[in-house]
């Protein structure tokens, strides 16, 4: 898995979906050092020995987050309003998660994943 194809997936894409994307991915990589990117489920995935830490995709007017895990959006404080599942979060493009949210979820996952 490569950085080129996630700049492929980039590439679809314009306007504000983008800009929040690029912001997401540069701060997703600075909290995941070790994490290699690439696609998965046609999505940028992160994974750390091969096991996905975190997804995203952009939409229409969100960025969708998926931590591969049900169980990783109840664990985490601080998403309050914003639209999630058991699975998804969604980010506004205007509403950005804060750093230590994105820690949080990031910490969440490793450690259910002992990684």
Known sequence: MASSEVERYLAQFGGLGLDAATRLRARLLELVPDGEEGIS??????KVAGKAIVGWAINKAHIGYYPHSSLVLDKVSGLDGYKKSKGALQIPFDRPLSDQVLAELIGVRRAMLEI
């Open 41 to 46: 489920y046609g999505m940028p995935v992160i």
